[in-house]
């Protein structure tokens, strides 16, 4: 929604938490209450955009070694909370992927693979 260059890219990544601002305060609402982004070390950020943030690529970014599965449940096993029962699956159907959920990425099609990074936009927890 604006020209190329005109810095889309950069306030996305500044709102979570991947670059920091020249200037002013960036503020993430969290269960716990308003949490400023620029004044987290980069322990106590790393932790806020794990539980908070969920991230969409340009780049697939998906593991080549993976199944799209474990790519989806990545986030939860380096850290973030279980997903819900089911919650996997439910998920991959609704998006009409359910019967890609063994394949590798390279096994995917274009439109496949750009599937795959909503899910994991859900994970942790994939709510």
């Known amino acids: 929604m604006g020209p190329s260059g005109s810095g889309k890219s950069t306030l996305m990544h500044v709102l979570a938490g991947l670059d920091t601002a020249e200037s002013g305060t960036v503020q993430l609402a969290t269960d716990a209450g308003l949490v400023e982004l620029m004044q987290l070390d980069e322990r106590r950020l790393t932790r806020v955009r794990r539980e908070h943030v969920g991230f969409i690529f340009q780049a697939f970014n998906l593991v080549p070694a993976m199944t799209a599965r474990e790519n989806i449940l990545l986030p939860s096993t380096l850290g973030g909370p279980a997903p819900e029962k089911g919650a996997l699956e ?33 994970s942790p927890g994939l709510r």
């Open 90 to 122: 439910r998920i991959a159907e609704e998006l009409g992927l359910a019967d890609r959920l063994g394949h590798r990425p390279h096994e995917l099609s274009g439109g496949s693979s750009s599937g795959w990074r909503w899910p994991g936009r859900w």
